[in-house]
């Protein structure tokens, strides 16, 4: 990390409708303090993040009635509709603050139990390679169904894996590879397969299982129990 600097993108203008109830996902409570700011807490205190950008959805009264400062948030701007949106909207908005060859370090809001030795992992071998992401490698059976949920047919799942979040590229690079995808009407769903569309080939770096996503009620109890577990180490 000598001479590199790296900074977090968080994404946080979802909705959150799987979860269920009033509260987007990213402010319900966990640990006494909300979902996001749990996340970005463990981000920017990782050795090597220079700072967080972060996006919120145009309006959130949730964000606004926290009220929430600290030297490390460099800035909020509004999302868009999808994430790639707010990953680009976060990216303009850091533009004259940022260069082009610093490293952004895009994570999920809802992803609280990060652990820093898998983000340093991650830092470590992403600016050695060029880029790269956390994952998971898939070790249930995996099948293919139809539209009435029958099965079609096992697929192989060697060489499967399941993404996580942080994604890590450059900052430039990133920057033009969603600005491309959006020009060329093409689906993105997170930060790496914009990457692969522009002709990169991001590192899969093995993460953890902790690393989950907040995504139904029961993530959120499985959470706070990963989470208080890492309060003493990280």
């Known amino acids: 990390m000598k001479?590199?600097?790296?900074?977090?993108?968080?994404?946080?203008?979802?909705?959150?409708?799987?979860?269920?109830?009033?509260?987007?996902?990213?402010?319900?409570?966990?640990?006494?303090?909300?979902?996001?700011?749990?996340?970005?807490?463990r981000l920017a205190s990782c050795p090597g993040i220079s700072g967080l950008f972060?996006?919120?959805?145009?309006?959130?009264?949730?964000?606004?009635?926290?009220?929430?400062?600290?030297?490390?948030?460099?800035s909020v701007c509004d999302g868009g509709t999808e994430r790639s949106d707010t990953v680009s909207r976060i990216l303009d908005d850091m533009a004259g603050v940022v260069e082009q060859n610093d490293w952004v370090l895009v994570h999920d809001a809802v992803r609280p139990c990060i652990s820093h030795k898998n983000i340093q992992q991650l830092m470590e071998l992403?600016?050695?390679?060029?880029?790269?992401?956390?994952?998971?490698?898939?070790?249930?059976?995996?099948?293919?169904?139809?539209?009435?949920?029958?099965?079609?047919?096992?697929?192989?799942?060697?060489?499967?894996?399941?993404?996580?979040?942080?994604?890590?590229?450059r900052y430039g690079e990133l920057r033009q590879a969603l600005l491309n995808a959006k020009n060329n009407g093409l689906i993105v769903t997170d930060e790496a397969s914009a990457m692969e569309y522009a002709g990169f080939y991001p590192l899969m770096v093995k993460g953890c299982s902790k690393n989950i996503k907040i995504t139904v009620p029961e993530d959120l109890q499985l959470a706070e129990v990963f989470f208080q577990g890492q309060e003493s180490g990280s």
């Open 126 to 169: 992403a600016i050695q390679t060029g880029g790269g992401l956390l994952g998971m490698p898939i070790t249930d059976t995996v099948k293919l169904v139809d539209d009435e949920n029958k099965v079609k047919k096992t697929v192989p799942r060697q060489g499967m894996w399941q993404a996580q979040t942080p994604q890590m590229f």
């Open 3 to 41: 001479n590199e600097r790296c900074w977090a993108v968080v994404p946080a203008a979802g909705v959150g409708r799987r979860m269920g109830g009033n509260v987007p996902k990213q402010y319900l409570e966990l640990a006494g303090e909300a979902v996001l700011v749990r996340t970005m807490e």
């Open 54 to 74: 972060l996006g919120v959805s145009a309006g959130d009264s949730y964000w606004q009635e926290m009220s929430f400062s600290a030297p490390w948030l460099k």
